[in-house]
């Protein structure tokens, strides 16, 4: 098969972005944000986030943070400095329960306490930014409406996450605190918030690209649902759950990974872009080029041995780093097959750019601002996938050129260090 033909095929497997019309797809996420918004059926749930991206962070005033983030757990006491600067300290880090193996709600939650308890008296708020799907309470609290990223403690599905951990706290004889839960993209959000003063941003948004994918961004002057609780202006942080949109054609191939996930025909956007699908799909893909006699018959062989592909190896392979590659770098395979390996790969990042451009441009639509050069939207980008993936940054900014250039909206872009804890902080300390 020629190397034109292997972008047929990728094509007929929408996977190639030739598969894809961008400015369709954001009419499609953007009339399913507006469902979301009104209550009716959608794949986006548009939750309200019932924090402030207002208000003053008071210095030198310590509140303990939660970042159940992606697979990993970190725990400890933060506060700002005199200059705005996020201080750390007491912090651990560790695996999240439910990860390997299933958890009750009993575990989960001891892992917290028994890292607050011996810094009991340095807090009286907490701020737990808590990222998967929650329905957000007016009390602050986060009603778990079902697990991603294959983590596993079902007795928490349904359960409010913020009144679980201070029963357990009180449990342990340590009463009288109080917990805010937000999304990690709201606090990535909230954390872009002091830069974007700096340059008199005229909106802001939180986007995570990682193990998952999310939005978070600012909703103006309209009354969401009749929710109650809702700042009076009329302005909201809305998660957007976007790693739910399912207003795009998938191919056969990625139909079938869906079907074997832990959670079949949820979050399927996200299983298009974030860290832990591309690689897997990118094996899925390969083995089924193999029936199209791309690779040598060694090569074959060895795709039909493979059980499992991480996405850092094989983007270690493209971006031929020097990194380790795993079995993709032995004599299994001839330089001939890596190069398929890697355009592949390559095909599926694009894919992934593209419908990262469309949720963003979605987003920034949303907002109803960024129309002024000089007041752009400030977009605070965290996540690995994002940051690390070979030529991710470059793609993405290349198809957000095109379609917010079309549409004569701005935008500037910043990476906040460690923005679920910095949002989570701060909505710790602004909120009681």
């Known amino acids: 098969m020629a190397p034109t033909d292997i972008q047929s095929w990728l094509k007929e497997q929408m996977v190639s972005v030739d598969a894809y019309d961008a400015d369709a797809l954001v009419e499609r996420f953007l009339s399913e944000m507006e469902r979301g918004l009104n209550g009716e059926p959608s794949s986006l749930a548009m939750i309200p986030a019932y924090v402030s991206s207002e208000g003053d962070v008071p210095a030198d005033k310590p509140v303990a943070v939660i970042d159940a983030g992606g697979t990993n757990l970190r725990i400890g006491i933060a506060r700002f400095d005199a200059d705005g600067q996020i201080q750390l300290e007491h912090f651990s880090k560790q695996a999240i329960p439910?990860?390997?193996?299933?958890?009750?709600?009993?575990?989960?939650?001891?892992?917290?306490?028994?890292?607050?308890?011996?810094?009991?008296?340095?807090?009286?708020?907490?701020?737990?930014?808590?990222?998967?799907?929650?329905?957000?309470?007016?009390?602050?609290?986060?009603?778990?409406?079902?697990?991603?990223?294959?983590?596993?403690?079902p007795e928490l599905v349904g359960?409010?996450?913020?009144?679980?951990?201070?029963?357990?706290?009180?449990?342990?004889?340590?009463?009288?605190?109080?917990?805010?839960?937000?999304?990690?993209?709201?606090?990535?959000?909230?954390?872009?918030?002091?830069?974007?003063?700096?340059?008199?941003?005229?909106?802001?948004?939180?986007?995570?690209?990682?193990?998952?994918?999310?939005?978070?961004?600012?909703?103006?002057?309209?009354?969401?649902?009749?929710?109650?609780?809702?700042?009076?202006?009329?302005?909201?942080?809305?998660?957007?759950?976007?790693?739910?949109?399912?207003?795009?054609?998938?191919?056969?191939?990625?139909?079938?990974?869906?079907?074997?996930?832990?959670?079949?025909?949820?979050?399927?956007?996200?299983?298009?872009?974030?860290?832990?699908?591309?690689?897997?799909?990118?094996?899925?893909?390969?083995?089924?080029?193999?029936?199209?006699?791309?690779?040598?018959?060694?090569?074959?062989?060895?795709?039909?041995?493979?059980?499992?592909?991480s996405t850092i190896e094989i983007d270690n392979l493209c971006a031929d780093n020097g990194r380790d590659v795993g079995v993709l770098g032995t004599d299994g395979f001839t330089d001939a097959d890596r190069e398929v390996m890697k355009e592949v790969f390559g095909a599926v990042v694009d894919r992934a750019a593209l419908l990262t451009a469309v949720n963003l441009t979605a987003a920034i639509v949303k907002s109803g601002a960024g129309q002024d050069p000089d007041r752009p939207v400030c977009i605070n980008i965290d996540g690995s996938t994002y940051y690390k993936t070979f030529r991710m940054p470059e793609k993405v900014q290349a198809q957000l050129q095109r379609l917010l250039g079309a549409r004569g909206l701005h935008i500037r872009c910043i990476q906040v260090d460690d923005a679920p804890v910095v949002g989570a902080a701060i909505a710790g300390l602004t909120t009681f």
């Not at 998938?250 to 990974?257: E, N, P, Q, T, V």
């Not at 979050?267 to 193999?290: C, D, N, Q, W």
């Open 98 to 153: 439910g990860r390997d193996v299933e958890a009750c709600a009993a575990e989960f939650f001891a892992v917290m306490v028994d890292a607050l308890e011996p810094v009991q008296d340095a807090f009286d708020d907490i701020g737990f930014c808590f990222s998967y799907p929650a329905s957000i309470t007016p009390d602050y609290d986060g009603k778990l409406l079902h697990w991603t990223k294959e983590i596993k403690v």
């Open 159 to 309: 359960a409010h996450v913020g009144a679980g951990l201070l029963a357990a706290l009180d449990a342990r004889g340590i009463a009288g605190k109080n917990v805010v839960v937000l999304n990690d993209t709201v606090a990535a959000l909230l954390a872009g918030v002091a830069a974007g003063q700096a340059f008199d941003a005229s909106s802001y948004i939180g986007f995570i690209l990682g193990t998952g994918t999310n939005t978070a961004y600012v909703e103006q002057n309209r009354t969401i649902g009749k929710l109650p609780g809702l700042h009076e202006s009329g302005s909201q942080v809305i998660n957007v759950e976007s790693g739910g949109f399912t207003g795009f054609e998938r191919g056969s191939i990625d139909l079938a990974m869906d079907a074997e996930s832990e959670n079949p025909g949820k979050h399927v956007f996200e299983k298009t872009i974030s860290g832990v699908y591309m690689g897997p799909l990118a094996l899925r893909l390969m083995k089924g080029l193999v029936t199209e006699g791309v690779f040598s018959e060694d090569g074959g062989k060895s795709l039909a041995e493979m059980t499992e592909l």
